[in-house]
């Protein structure tokens, strides 16, 4: 019996897909799209019951992800709005269903800068899917805006991560966390997937900040 307690694992949210299994979750991992579309991707992260390796590395590890979950969230409900106000199909890319919205907005579609942040504004002649897909789509780029704001230190501190991890030893930390030392080599596996998470961090951060800056630009070629 190992003495390390399991962090329930934190689903990130687009697309609900099925739970990989403790090894698989860590020994794969998928490039996030550059769209703002349905896609999953699970991250468990089992701290290790070792308090300098589980505070120093693996519990802010954790706490990113998560973060990157919640935005990730946040923006496919945005997403999932906006496309349904619109009237376009559920999935279609982001960007289809921006230039969905222009092609049927036509000359009453303008959008105007308050200060980072692009506002979107419609004539009152446009139909009636139109001025809600606008509304759905300003609601989208305050979460965008928001979640901007939220992820601003993360590649700093994703990076920061990988360096300590680095001056972790596996060997060692599982000789210690195991209670029978039949126990070290699941433990060590363990630890060693804690650690491929880890080093995926800084990619996932950079994908979602890419995707976030990359919508806005979006949003913003509307007025083009």
Known sequence: MTNFRSVTPFVVITALLLGFGQGDAFAKKEKAPKE???TTEMVEI??????EADSKV???AKAIHDTLAGIENSLKTGTDAFTSALG???GTPFADALASLKANAGDSLSVAMDGVKPKI??????P???KAAVSSLNDLVNAHVAAMDQAKDLPAQAQALVAAAQTLDPAAMAKQAAA????VPKVLKT???NLKAVKTTPDRVKNVTGTLTGNVEAIKGLAG
């Not at 504004?121 to 446009?126: F, I, K, L, N, S």
């Not at 029978?180 to 126990?183: G, T």
């Open 36 to 38: 703002t579309k349905e």
């Open 58 to 60: 693996f519990e802010p």
């Open 88 to 90: 376009v199909t559920q």
């Open 180 to 183: 029978n030392p039949m126990d």
């Open 46 to 51: 089992v701290m290790t019951g070792i308090a």
């Open 191 to 193: 630890i060693n997937n």
């Open 121 to 126: 504004t419609v004539a009152d002649a446009a």
């Open 128 to 130: 009636d899917n139109v």
